[in-house]
């Protein structure tokens, strides 16, 4: 029997995340899943074996094919004078087959994150390695600078480097007003499907990184390693995530606070809302998302339901994803202030 061309591309994309995922019996699985044969699905997978997609281990088991490429920029050779260089000389052939707004998202991340490295880090070198298969495309780019997460501490006087990468998530943070708005990693952080930044020990993400992911990050490194990694089949637009964030006019009003990436524990002190609230007056509206936030304690919830939000009713302060108990701590705060 033959597919349409979509039938069979969705076949062949469900049989690589299967493969990705170390799935066993693949074949048996993808068959029941179409409800088609397991001589088609070999088809399938010796047509990935031959294009050099895949490759096959043993009876039953494969693997997708992965490509690195690593490039060294250096500063007082000149490298480090364009930020769209990087994505010019390594990343753009990598990526012509993929679709229009993959290469939108890839062009603004890579750029921003350079730019970073230009004009923030005082780096002399700078490394971008692309590592591709079928599915995706990861960058790394490191770089032998100050380290960002330091030099964000030294820069606005804060009294550690966890009080500089809760900054971080919220946006609109730069050591350089007058040249920069602040703005990209916030952004780029939205359009990637994983994105990391470790430095100094420390590692900020927007995105739920283990163990078992592919990459070794080294806490003990100077400077900072930016990791990014996207589907090369996406539909993400980054207009779309633009207008998310943004008003009528464009400006950039809202943000979003991912309180399990900032706190360890359950957040319970004045302080550490306190922490949450510091330049919040800076946007419209601010959308707290409890996702994985078991409880708060009642100075938390009061310091910024009722402490910041009466000192600024300008500003919407919008709760988002709580479970049960959170939820019982504000509506007890709300109701009796």
Not at 260 to 274: C, G, L, N, T, Y
Not at 308 to 331: G, L, R, T
């Amino acid at each position: 029997m033959k597919y349409t061309t979509e039938k069979k591309q969705t076949i062949v994309l469900y049989i690589l995340e299967k493969i990705e995922s170390e799935t066993q019996s693949v074949s048996k699985v993808v068959a029941e899943t179409f409800n088609i044969s397991t001589n088609t699905v070999h088809t399938y997978l010796n047509e990935l074996i031959e294009n050099g997609i895949i490759e096959k281990q043993k009876r039953g088991k494969y693997n997708l094919v992965n490509t690195c490429h690593e490039y060294t920029f250096k500063r007082s050779a000149g490298d480090l004078r364009s930020d769209t260089l990087p994505y010019d000389i390594c990343l753009e052939k990598e990526i012509k087959h993929l679709s229009e707004n993959v290469k939108r998202i890839w062009l603004y991340g890579l750029s921003e994150m350079v730019n970073n490295v230009i004009d923030h880090s005082n780096a002399e070198n700078m490394k971008v390695i692309i590592l591709q298969n079928y599915l995706t495309t990861t960058v790394l780019l490191i770089d032998d600078g100050i380290g960002i997460f330091e030099k964000i501490k030294k820069h606005f006087d804060l009294p550690n480097l966890d009080e500089a990468i809760c900054e971080l998530f919220k946006g609109k943070l730069t050591t350089d007003e007058e040249n920069h708005s602040g703005e990209g990693i916030f952004f780029t952080s939205k359009m990637m499907d994983t994105f990391l930044i470790s430095s100094s020990g420390k590692i900020f993400t927007s995105s739920k990184f283990t163990d078992d992911n592919i990459f070794d990050i080294n806490e003990n490194m100077e400077g900072t390693c930016v990791l990014m990694s996207l589907s090369n089949f996406t539909h993400k637009i980054p207009k779309e995530i633009f207008d998310q964030y943004s008003n009528n006019d464009g400006s950039f009003t809202t943000t979003r606070i991912p309180l399990k990436d900032i706190f360890d524990a359950a957040p319970v002190s004045r302080s550490q809302a306190k922490r949450v609230c510091n330049r919040l007056e800076n946007f419209e509206e601010v959308i707290l998302d409890f996702e994985g936030i078991d409880w708060m304690g009642q100075g938390f919830a009061h310091q910024i339901f009722w402490v910041f939000q009466n000192a600024h009713p300008e500003i919407s302060v919008i709760p988002q994803n709580m479970n049960d108990s959170v939820q019982s701590m504000y509506k007890h705060v709300i109701k009796t202030t």
